[in-house]
């Protein structure tokens, strides 16, 4: 009798365990660019009217592109609240591959040796993190194709940050040079 009752509890916190934390992660888990961008913006942010409304790029967002950012930004400032400063990794990648001497696309610059260190192929693919990507990549194209209205957090000529512990430190030369004094307007916080 003590071995059912005991047994018929271990089935009642394990349904309750599995039932929470399935609570937890639907509560966490963003589904959609609209879910991402309500988190970003707040409550009053209407997907329907966008706050930024650029034209369609005329470029094609890959979404291998979209997946190597996401990973990039997760083994490079995945702790760092600020997803400005999350999408100035991103816009640094970026700046790079229109840079010489880096790489001929995004995934060449983001593996090339000594480069990005937290960058790895087996980095998880956070739903914050991808969607954010997917929004830089449009503005990136978007600027490419001529729109100067993008969300670009950082100047074209930063190709260089470092981590200091708490943040990353965005530069324009390798060594020495301006430190990024994030002047441009906040877009995502």
């Not at 961008?37 to 979404?63: C, F, H, K, Q």
């Not at 990973?71 to 990648?93: F, H, N, Q, T």
Request: glycine share 8%.
């Amino acid at each position: 009798m003590k071995v059912k009752r005991f047994l018929s509890l271990v089935a009642v916190v394990s349904f309750l365990v599995v039932a929470i934390d399935i609570s937890i992660q639907d509560s966490l888990a963003v589904t959609s660019e609209a879910a991402y961008l309500d988190g970003l913006m707040g409550a009053e942010y209407v997907v329907s009217e966008p706050l930024n409304p650029i034209p369609e790029p005329t470029y094609a967002i890959d979404e291998d592109d979209i997946i190597i950012l996401a990973k990039l930004m997760y083994g490079e400032c995945r702790g760092i609240p600020d997803s400005d400063r999350k999408a100035a990794v991103c816009w640094v990648a970026l700046n790079r591959v229109d840079a010489t001497g880096y790489g001929n696309n995004l995934y060449d610059v983001v593996v090339s040796s000594g480069h990005f260190t937290g960058y790895k192929d087996s980095n998880p693919v956070w739903d914050n993190l991808y969607w954010l990507a997917k929004d830089v990549l449009y503005h990136y194209y978007a600027e490419k194709d001529g729109y100067s209205g993008c969300r670009r957090v950082i100047p074209k000529d930063y190709l260089w940050f470092y981590g200091n512990g708490r943040e990353n430190v965005f530069r324009n030369s390798y060594k020495g040079g301006a430190v990024w004094d994030w002047s441009y307007e906040k877009f995502y916080d």
